[in-house]
Nanobody, 124 residues
């Protein structure tokens, strides 16, 4: 399984932007579908976005479409989440995740590797 480390979280005002990064260990990063999830206090873990191994296929949760962009750099073993037009309801711990085989089922249980999470707080 991949070891994942997120960074880039912080405090930002509503309407602002942040970019999260997730660095993966291992030589098989380019084979993984990579995803971002988030979890707010008292809520279920929510799918945010994922990206296929080549970067050519991306998918977003309804709540972030048009505002967030997922990308990856396989040469750097890194996946990014650019978050624009942030809202207070985007406040959560954001987790990077990896799965060996992509597919339409984007439940958290389909992802086998997880990072420790990074806090994003959006003030109103």
């Amino acid at each position: 399984q991949a070891q994942l480390v997120e960074s880039g979280g912080g405090l930002v005002q509503a309407g602002g932007s942040l970019r999260l990064s997730c660095v993966a260990s291992g030589r098989t990063f380019s084979r993984y579908t990579m995803g971002w999830f988030r979890q707010a206090p008292g809520k279920e873990r929510e799918f945010v976005a994922d990206i296929g191994w080549s970067g050519g296929s991306t998918y977003y949760g309804d709540s972030v479409k048009g505002r967030f962009t997922i990308s990856r750099d396989n040469a750097k073993n890194t996946v990014y989440l650019q978050m624009n037009s942030l809202k207070p309801e985007d406040t959560a711990v954001y987790y990077c995740a990896a799965r060996a085989i992509g597919g339409p089922n984007r439940q958290a249980t389909m992802f086998g590797s997880w990072g420790q999470g990074t806090q994003v707080t959006v003030s109103s």
